[in-house]
């Protein structure tokens, strides 16, 4: 059973090009997560979403962020118009259902230029 | 949602137990007691988890105060590769709910 698979694991952005993170989660997971961490700081969690659900987006910016986990393939997170501010690592998570412990992946390191 | 402080960093010497503590004075009845440490440049792995009694797994054992008011993650005997940053955290069940990480312990330890 691989773990959690996150790509790109490096992806670089120009100002106002789009970025698009992949999660897939392990197999039989049906819930996400998605964390920021800027550099030298802790995680900031941004949304919390099972199969074609957002559960709580209340760590997700207004504007320009949004996320989805539908019912086949990975979750993205999607974010419009990067800016030089967005620049850091993502990480997601998945967990089963009745489970305890969330599993992260190794996180996609955006920069933005 | 609760929160929970914790020492900035700590020091251990290899092979020697460590202690690391958190306080959670504003823990409700229903809160779970996560933890979750981060190495360098990876994502979070989860380590041990409790509701109020003692834990113990392969890696670690949590102590859980009686008024549940603080917690303490303990590392038998550290190694080298435990150095990371340890973040404890209030959860409201113990397999829903988000995690909020706060800024953890910095845990270094020396050869």
């Known amino acids: 059973n691989a773990g959690v698979m996150q790509n790109p694991r490096h992806l670089v952005r120009r100002r106002g090009q789009e970025a698009r993170l992949r999660c897939s989660p392990m197999?039989?997971?049906?819930?996400v997560y998605w964390y920021r961490q800027l550099p030298e700081e802790g995680l900031k969690f941004m949304v919390y979403?099972?199969?074609?659900?957002?559960?709580?987006e209340s760590g997700m910016p207004k504007e320009r962020f949004s996320a989805e986990f539908p019912k086949e393939g990975p979750s993205i997170l999607r974010i419009q118009q990067v800016v030089r501010g967005d620049s850091a690592a993502y990480f997601c998570a998945s967990l089963h259902w009745f489970s305890s412990e969330a599993f992260f992946g190794q996180g996609t390191r955006l920069t933005v230029v | 949602d609760a929160k929970t402080t914790q020492p900035n960093s700590m020091e251990s010497n290899e092979e020697e137990p460590v202690h690391l503590p958190c306080n959670h004075s504003t823990i409700s009845g229903t809160d779970y007691i996560h933890w979750y440490r981060q190495l360098p440049s990876q994502g979070p792995e989860y380590v041990i988890h409790g509701l109020t009694s003692n834990v113990n797994n392969r890696m670690a054992s949590l102590a859980i105060a009686e008024d549940r008011k603080s917690s303490t993650l303990i590392l038998h005997r550290a190694t080298l590769r435990d150095a990371a940053v340890y973040y404890c955290i209030l959860r409201k069940s113990s397999n829903t709910g988000k995690l909020i990480f706060g800024q953890g312990t910095t845990l270094q330890v020396k050869p």
């Open positions: 197999k039989g997971h049906s819930h």
């Open positions: 979403l099972q199969k074609e659900n957002i559960i709580d």
